[in-house]
């Protein structure tokens, strides 16, 4: 019997998580898939709005302010890489300034301290090579960028390390009330617990249903990107949004918390919550919406392309708090489309206290705060490497060329509290693989590691969980019609 299961290792399951392992009780996170941070969260642009956008009055807007505000304080406590470049909302017709003006008075209204509506030749001084054409821009000096999976993992590390359970690929099928609390069927049985909090994202809806009178539809939106080498000059500063549409926060270019150029991403509703296909119709789109920002953007240094999925509630604000019509200890944060990972902090702080306070559970004694993860090896100087390898020689193996991961630093991330379990897992904890040449030196060297790590086949290691294995055997023991 657990006091709490969360049901969903995203940035937001994660953030209550964490929260509730501040408190006495026995908790559970359970994720349908073989790591965290593998919907939204691992996906998105990683921008932590400052709070302008949302509509004032609603529990998007407040948290957004809020968790934004927590945001830089969070992220040094646990080591996660955070920078705050500032934004502009660009407008480029008269008509846009109507939109750009009702932004600021937004972030008037929503607490958000600095903003200003600036004329295009001010912005064009600030980022000479944004388009001429600008009109106007709101300038949003407090808008910062994070690692939105690095949270996530950091996250679910501080929750693991104050004893909350993670049971991976582990799906919540069907919600049951018992006489005390809740039964949660998974494909791995049955988890009975005093009281739950669903953050399943796309999937929330579906959970919502089975216990709510008041039915929910959460619509699953892609968002396709382009992501260019950090070896591509940056042209802009800060991030470039473009004004905002029905359909979200529109096209934006950005620089990432590790120095890569980001384009995107698309809006496009989609039958399938888990398609996170790229097309060349989505990117052609991204891409001419981008020109409009910055006509001379190129992207023959792409290195990768990928899609996130936003979950979409028709209401069109974070549902969140007690679900209506189910007895006690039925708790949900679902429908947390942007800006979720900039409120994701205040999401958990509210939610965890909330739970925890419905059962009457008393603050830990013993709460022991979790990192900073060591700086990376990338990020060392030349004395900090040498010593980093005085201390543990496997700092003198370099893995990944492109990023400079070291062979120290791969297997810390396979040993964290909730580590990395397939090849994506080591590349989002270490960066081994995000590279130029996407993991096409290192990921033979990764397998043997977690090999060694895990006592694995190499037959056996997935790049991303399921069947996504990327061997089949060996050469010499297949048959001559298998090779
Ligand atoms: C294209 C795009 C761009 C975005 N840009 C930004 C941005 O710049 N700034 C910002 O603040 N926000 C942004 N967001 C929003 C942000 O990514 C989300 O708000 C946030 O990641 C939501 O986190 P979550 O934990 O609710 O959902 P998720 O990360 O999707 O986590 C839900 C988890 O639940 C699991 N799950 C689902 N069903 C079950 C089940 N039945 N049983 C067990 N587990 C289950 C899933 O596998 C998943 O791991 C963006 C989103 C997208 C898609």
Redesign the pocket.
């Known amino acids: 019997m657990y006091d709490i299961i969360v049901?969903?290792?995203?940035?937001?399951?994660?953030a209550i998580a964490e929260h509730l392992s501040r408190y006495e009780g026995r908790f559970a996170v359970?994720?349908?898939?073989d790591d965290?941070?593998?919907?939204?969260?691992?996906?998105?642009?990683?921008?932590?709005?400052a709070g302008y956008d949302a509509k004032p009055g609603t529990d998007k807007a407040r948290l957004?302010t809020k968790g934004a505000q927590m945001m830089k304080q969070l992220c040094a406590r646990l080591g996660v890489p955070y920078g705050q470049p500032g934004a502009m909302v660009l407008a480029f017709s008269e008509a846009d300034r109507a939109t750009i003006e009702k932004l600021y008075e937004q972030s008037l209204e929503n607490g958000v301290e600095g903003c200003r509506v600036i004329e295009g030749a001010e912005a064009l001084k600030m980022e000479p090579n944004l388009n001429p054409d600008v009109v106007c821009a709101l300038h949003v000096p407090s808008s910062g960028l994070v690692s939105?999976y690095e949270l996530?993992h950091a996250l679910a590390n501080s929750a693991a390390a104050n004893g909350v359970e993670f049971r991976l690929e582990?799906?919540?099928?069907r919600i049951e009330p018992t006489e005390t609390g809740w039964a949660l069927h998974?494909n791995r049985g049955v988890y009975e617990c005093r009281a739950f909090v669903n953050?399943?994202?796309?999937?929330?809806a579906?959970?919502h249903n089975q216990i709510s009178d008041r039915k929910l539809n959460i619509i699953a939106?892609?968002?396709q990107?382009y992501l260019l080498d950090h070896e591509t000059p940056l042209r802009f500063s800060m991030t470039m949004f473009q004004v905002p549409t029905r359909m979200g926060?529109g096209v934006l270019i950005s620089p990432t918390t590790h120095g890569n150029l980001l384009v995107?991403?698309t809006a496009e509703d989609i039958p399938d919550p888990l398609d996170t296909t790229t097309t060349s119709e989505g990117l052609a789109d991204a891409l001419a919406k981008a020109r409009l920002t910055y006509p001379g953007l190129s992207v023959r240094s792409v290195i990768t392309t990928f899609?996130?999925?936003?979950?979409h509630e028709e209401g069109g604000d974070f549902v969140i708090g007690a679900v209506p019509g189910a007895k006690d200890g039925a708790f949900e944060?679902?429908g947390?489309?942007?800006?979720?990972?900039?409120?994701?902090p205040a999401i958990g702080e509210e939610m965890g206290t909330w739970a925890a306070y419905s059962l009457q559970l008393k603050r830990k004694a013993d709460f022991v705060p979790y990192g900073p993860m060591p700086k990376s090896f990338s990020h060392m100087s030349n004395r900090e490497r040498q010593e980093a390898y005085e201390r543990d020689h496997e700092y003198g193996r370099i893995v990944c060329r492109c990023e400079m991961v070291t062979e120290a630093e791969i297997r810390r991330a396979i040993r964290e509290p909730v580590g990395a379990r397939n090849i994506d897992g080591v590349k989002r904890r270490t960066r081994a693989g995000m590279g130029r040449c996407q993991g096409g030196f290192c990921s033979p060297r990764v397998v043997q590691i977690l090999c060694e790590e895990l006592g694995m086949k190499p037959e056996e290691v997935t790049k991303f969980g399921g069947a996504s294995r990327l061997l089949v055997g060996k050469l010499n023991e297949m048959q001559p019609e298998d090779k």
Not at 7 to 14: E, F, M, R, T
Not at 36 to 49: C, D, F, R, W
Not at 307 to 311: F, L, M, N, S, T
């Open positions: 049901i969903g290792a995203g940035v937001v399951g994660s359970l994720e349908r898939a965290v941070a593998e919907g939204s969260s691992k996906a998105n642009s990683g921008i932590v709005h957004n939105p996530t582990t799906e919540v099928e998974t953050c399943a994202g796309v999937f929330g579906k959970l939106r892609r968002g990107y926060k995107g991403p899609a996130g999925i936003r979950a944060a679902i947390i489309e942007s800006p979720g990972l900039s409120a994701a």
